[in-house]
């Protein structure tokens, strides 16, 4: 009862993410001390699988074929029998979509607690204690897990991953599960974008509303691809409809953490600084020098974004 | 199609940092000159039931947990020409999502049949992201989170229901009743009430539900988690701004900082 579950899911493959979630699993299992077992939901490549046995205890490969397309009612099924199965004391996701929204169902299906978007999981006086931004990142709180399992998801590409040991056992489980015959997915969009994923990024530049329109984000472009960075934006251009959805950065879109990240006509409201305060150096463009973002920024400039860009891409281009 | 709202109402998160206090103490923000409002999740949940009943018509009623205050909320939805409001009332400070969910279940089973619960994703204020799914639990219903639109699919009795994913997007068809919880997208902006409907909220009766009718103990407020501290972290970083004497000057220093992290790796 003092053993940690981490929720991997095999189409991902080994990201950042796996590998926060590997590290975050292993250092809480030594904790305890209890031991760490990685449960693999999904068709899983074999990468992913021998990734987890270098950090994992047991790797518990669930084998369905009702797991093969992600559904909600399923995937909880799955989880909850895997935990029940394990009985362990905490059990981890990401910070994915799919990692928040089954972490509270499941920890009720367990009888246990959830948190989420936690930078620490720790125990202390029994209790596993989740470190999370509240208020949009203008506060930090600490919530103690009355219930247990304690269900966290984590911010898992900000945690160091863990060094690799004696592989563990790799355990194929057969689950048997009946399908819900009440959600059925229907159609996938993944969204064709250039290069590496937002959250796997070293280099961001990123828009927001003081672009004014969808155009500018075109210019911003020719400076990502003179950088060779990721595009993304803030909340409001997103909600104006300038670009799409996933371009979203900040509490309620991706959370970022790349080696620079470059903020153009962003005023930097704490929802947005939540989503990038793991970036290693976060720089801007603004023309208000009060404008909140340069409390975040290494170094900025007090500019028109209109004046600044343009010659920016030349001298970037030029020495490239 | 009975649409039910959940809304909640919490500190304006727009109040500058520079402004924002907590009382460690207590472990929860002071209010000082700031506003309460409802959520914006919920604000465009409610546009959302809103538009759908434009297209296909329902009937939309809003509900929220708390204390007195929180009948603002619901007047403004009313405004909004919700068509009925719930006050579930509720003593407790800074109740649990599970404490919250429950008590929702609770008034949401005792006004009868519903066919969708929408709830905002998360909310401004604790941002913990449970209500929906806990709420999804306690009613035994599936849930779809971090939707952006549904509609009627095809087959009767079942919605069409997209919603956003780390890499694009999914649509789920689900049979009713199920929950849903709602993100923001550029199609459910909240509108704005007509002043005519601001004045008739004034005149429209609550439903108001206590606690002991609905068989929820208030001291279950926080026996799922507990606030154990909260602080302001303090922030190190000092902000180099580029200077120069011409615009030129000024651009060529900043491409050079950006540079040489681009260099590095």
Known sequence: MS?????????????????????????????????????????????????????????VVVEDELLGEYNAENYLTALTAACKTLAPRAVLLGNDAYGQELAARLAH??????????????????????????????????????????????????????????????????????????????????????????????????????????????????????????????????????????????????????????????????QHVMGIADSKVICAINRDPDAPIFKHCRFGLVEDYQKVVGPLVERLNRRS | MDIIVCIKQILDPEIPARDFRVDSAKREAERGGANLVTNIFCENALETALQFREAHGGKITVITCGGESTEEVLRKALALRADDAVLIESPAENPDPLFVAQALAAGIRKLGSFDVVLAGRESGDWGAGQTGG?????????????????????????????????????QFESATPLVITITNHEKNVPRIPKTRDVMQSYRKTLTKFALSDLGVDPATSSSYYQIAELSIPRKETQCEFISGDTLEAKIDAFAERVNEIVRSI
Request: proline share 5%.
């Open chain 1, 109 to 270: 299906r367990l009888g246990g607690s959830a948190a989420g978007d936690a930078v620490d999981v720790a125990i202390a006086d029994g209790k596993l204690r989740v470190t999370r931004g509240v208020y949009g990142g203008k506060a930090t709180a600490v919530i103690a897990l009355a219930k247990s399992p304690g269900v966290v998801w984590v911010r898992a590409r900000a945690m160091a991953p863990a060094e690799a040991r004696t592989p563990g056992e790799v355990e194929r489980l057969q689950l048997g599960l009946a399908p819900d015959s009440r959600v059925k997915l229907v159609t996938k969009h993944v969204e064709a974008k250039e290069g590496v994923r937002l959250e796997e990024a070293r280099l961001i530049v990123s828009g927001g509303r003081g672009l004014g329109g969808p155009e500018p984000f075109a210019q911003l472009q020719t400076l990502a691809t003179a950088m060779g960075a990721q595009m993304a934006a803030s909340r409001a251009a997103c909600d104006a409809g300038w670009v799409p959805p996933s371009w979203q950065v900040g509490q309620t879109g991706k959370k970022v953490a790349p080696e620079l990240y470059l903020a153009i006509a962003i005023s930097g409201a704490s």
């Open chain 2, 134 to 170: 806990l709420l999804a639990e306690e009613l035994g219903v599936p849930c779809i989170s971090f939707a952006e639109t549904f509609e009627p699919a095809a087959e009767p009795g079942k919605l069409t229901v997209k919603r956003q994913t780390d890499s694009g997007w999914e």
């Open chain 1, 3 to 59: 053993d940690v579950v981490i929720c991997l899911w095999g189409r991902a493959g080994v990201d950042r993410a796996a590998q926060g979630l590997l590290g975050a699993g292993r250092r809480l299992a030594d904790s305890l001390p209890g031991k760490l077992r990685a449960v693999v939901l999904g068709p899983a490549d074999e990468s992913l699988v021998t990734a987890a046995q270098a950090v994992a205890d047991t790797v």
